[in-house]
């Protein structure tokens, strides 16, 4: 299966200027907990999760009007559209992350794919134990 088949398309991006207020009202408003940090030719430069905003931000003491590149994971691990799932959980495994950018040939984001989608569409034929064991590595403390 390619990650073509189950990246949510088009998501949620911020720039590294973006305050995290902002940042924190685009995952409410689009129901995500990471959003992809991209530059002004939209590629992706980092990631800011829902954690980012409260380990990073508020549990430091900042204010809501931190600029993301305060807050973000820089240089994330992305996949192509084009790349077998295996590619995004071998990332989400080895990075232990649950939310892998997609990007094109310029390294432009044009999706993301995350832990639940691929719980999501897992084939009928992989045993479901088959499937927990690739959540609990991913999940691992590092």
């Known amino acids: 299966m390619r990650i073509a088949e189950l990246m949510t398309r088009d998501p949620a991006c911020c720039t590294p200027e973006t305050p995290a207020r902002k940042a924190a009202r685009a995952m409410a408003e689009k ?12 590629r992706v430069i980092g990631t800011v999760t829902d954690r980012d905003l409260a380990c990073r931000c508020v549990a ?8 993301v ?5 820089a240089n994330p691990s992305c996949c192509g559209a084009d790349d077998d799932v295996a590619v995004a959980e071998k990332i989400m495994k080895e990075r232990q992350v649950r939310r892998v950018p ?6 432009c984001c044009i999706g993301i794919v995350a832990q639940a989608d691929l719980a999501r569409h897992v084939k009928a034929d992989i045993p479901e134990r088959e499937l927990a064991s690739v959540v609990q590595r991913i999940s691992e403390p590092a």
């Open 60 to 67: 430091e003491g900042k204010d809501a009007e931190t600029p």
């Open 102 to 107: 997609v990007v094109d040939h310029a390294g």
């Open 69 to 73: 590149r305060d807050l973000m994971t």
């Open 31 to 42: 129901d995500c907990g990471c959003l992809p940090v991209v530059d002004e030719g939209h």
